[in-house]
Each structure stands twice: as structure tokens, then as C-alpha cells.
Nanobody
């Protein structure tokens, strides 16, 4: 059974940082591209970033480029998202998802972790 368990969300002020984690199990983690998607209140799911199976290739949506960094530890079956210079518009539930790009939205998700950016 595919399981994705996110952690690391919280309430932060604008300009602060968070590091999200996703523990994966039930499948060959190192065989799959992985992504982060987010869903703000009242809005649809938005793809944020993806990383290739070996971690050598990454891709970001324009709104987070230069502020976020996706990484993975295949030995630990863990996906990360380092988010810096957070803005109120980054407020959303963040989900770890299996797959590359926007197609990950149609794949397996975890239960999500809430990120709230507010002064």
C-alpha cells in the first residue's frame, strides 16, 4: 500500500522559512519522480515542484522559483521541501505526491500538512 506522510507545516510570519518532509513507504521510492502540490482554501490543487527519481532534475512553478527547493533522500525514502521568504499567498495545505509535474495531481497524495503565513 502506497503511504505518504507529510510533516513540518505550521504558522509562520511573512519572510520566514519552513522545511516540509514526506516519509514514503509501500513502493519503490527511488524509482519514481516525486512532487509537492498545494491547495489553498476554496481553490483547486496547484502543482508546486517536482524532482526526478535520482534527484538530478527539478522543476518549479513560477511563483516559488528562487524561494523553494525540493530534495530527496532515497536511502531514507524521504522527500523534502525547503521554503524560504514565505508569503501569505503560500498559505495552503501541502501534499506530497507521486509523479512528475501536473500529472502528480492525479496520482497518490499524502494527508497533507498545513502551512499558514500570516502576520
Amino acid at each position: 500500500e502506497v503511504q505518504l506522510v507529510e510533516s513540518g507545516g505550521g504558522l509562520v510570519q511573512p519572510g520566514e522559512s519552513l522545511n516540509l518532509s514526506c516519509a514514503a513507504s509501500g513502493f519503490g521510492f527511488s524509482d519514481y519522480a516525486m512532487s509537492w502540490v498545494r491547495q489553498a482554501p476554496g481553490k483547486g490543487a496547484e502543482w508546486v515542484t517536482s524532482i526526478s527519481p535520482d534527484g538530478g532534475t527539478t522543476k518549479y512553478t513560477d511563483s516559488v522559483k528562487g524561494r523553494c527547493s525540493i530534495s530527496r533522500d532515497n536511502a531514507e525514502n524521504t522527500l523534502y521541501l525547503q521554503m524560504n521568504s514565505l508569503k501569505p499567498e503560500d498559505t495552503a495545505v501541502y501534499y506530497c505526491a507521486r509523479g512528475w509535474g501536473t500529472s502528480a495531481i492525479r496520482g497518490y497524495w499524502g494527508q497533507g500538512t498545513q502551512v499558514t503565513v500570516s502576520s
